[in-house]
């Protein structure tokens, strides 16, 4: 992962009472000296025939709402350059929200992108009247986006965070090799910039025991077994983390499987970031986003960096799609 120079944040309401992705994101950036984009991107549909009624001019709403939009981000940019960070805005037509975003990362060179949560873990449930669909922008964004994701969970803003990076040095998961050293890279960059801690967590499940084929075959020692798997996992799992500021007692070993020993390291080591990586299940040619990687995105309470292999193309379009104008359907009778 390269340093993170430019932030992106995805503000789905700039004038929402809350807006704890824009305030984690200012945070990282004033940390890292790096620039800060807040983008809000308008998706609402225009209908052709109730603006025709109206005699309004589409190029003319469209000024309106843009500039409407960009006003509220400038409000809150004010805010944030008071604390002496580099920040600028942007509002476009384009849709659908997760492509537009992807497509105003790619256009002014994001290095990271910031996104609020709209699933409601631990927040309870979303009120919000189209929450399938922002949880579909959430996935998509996940699933397609080329740069880190920092899917902001919760409000609370970082205090010298905990960083658990989920590695898997040994590739029982099918994960390329280069992916745990960007795993840790792009959490070392989130502890350095707000004066954390950088953990790593290996979960490893020894292979199940072979047992004598005949009833007065040679016992085998199970205790001796898994002790010896247990070491070679932690020898590959500090090997890993060699040149990370990652101290001894900050490495996690444990056993069972990820989908439930992430979530529990996370709660037990009171994380505030959870880096983990994901990949394409295999044979597939589209990416997709992991039963395990689903299950720990749902069940887990902090925040969540998620970090996709170094040649990983997205097959988002370049060309924005401008404002979509729909039509009233005809019903019969």
Known sequence: MQPIRRILVAVKNPV???LPAVNKAAQIAKGLHAQLTLFHDIATPLYAEALQGRGIAISSLQREVQTSRREQLEKLAARIRKHGIDVDVAADWDYPPYEAIIRKAQRISADLLVVENHHGAGQGPSKHPAR?????TDWELLRTCPIPVLLVKNRRLYHRPRVLAAVDP???YAKPSNLDRQILRAGAQLVHALHG???ALHVFHPPLAMMPAMPDGPLVDMDAGYEEFEQVARRKLERQVDGFDVKRSHCHLVLGRPNEAIPRTAKQERSAIVAMGVVSRSGLKR?????TAEFVMDAVTSDILVVKP??????VPRAGRGVQILT???LPG
Do not use: C, K, M, V
């Open 287 to 291: 990416f997709f986003i992991g039963n």
């Open 328 to 330: 009233t359907p005809i």
């Open 16 to 18: 929402a009472r809350t």
């Open 197 to 199: 801690e950088l953990h």
């Open 132 to 136: 399938w669909l922002l949880a579909y």
């Open 310 to 315: 170094a040649d990983f193309q997205s097959r």
């Open 170 to 172: 040994s590739h029982a």
